[in-house]
């Protein structure tokens, strides 16, 4: 759901977790730093997503300044550029914690290829 200006967090944190929560969010973003990308070529990139996620996801990163449709392709705004040193770190820290220090493991276990990076994730 998209940020209302009304219920905008005060927090910076809370701000960010808020523009980048959703399963997909965080992956479009990624993808994106490559340069535009029409819809299809992004659906592609990501992988397994359904249609309905993708577009909810691509208009609420809109709604809140962080993508934008130029040309047929989308792109990231100054905004979504900024988010960059946010999700390298947090690729860092995951590709440092291995071990899985949450209770709740990710989909992406058991050998599959990271969607991230196109990486091999082992149990």
Known sequence: MPISRKRWPDCPIERTLAVLS????TMIVWRLWDGP?????LRDAIGEVAERALTGALSELEEDGIVQREDGAWTLTAAGHRLRPIL???FAWGEATP???LAASTSHGNGKISPW???RVED
């Open 37 to 41: 990308k029409r819809y299809g070529e």
């Open 22 to 25: 959703g399963r997909w969010k």
């Open 88 to 90: 390298e770190a947090m």
């Open 117 to 119: 990076m196109g990486r």
């Open 99 to 101: 071990e899985r220090p």
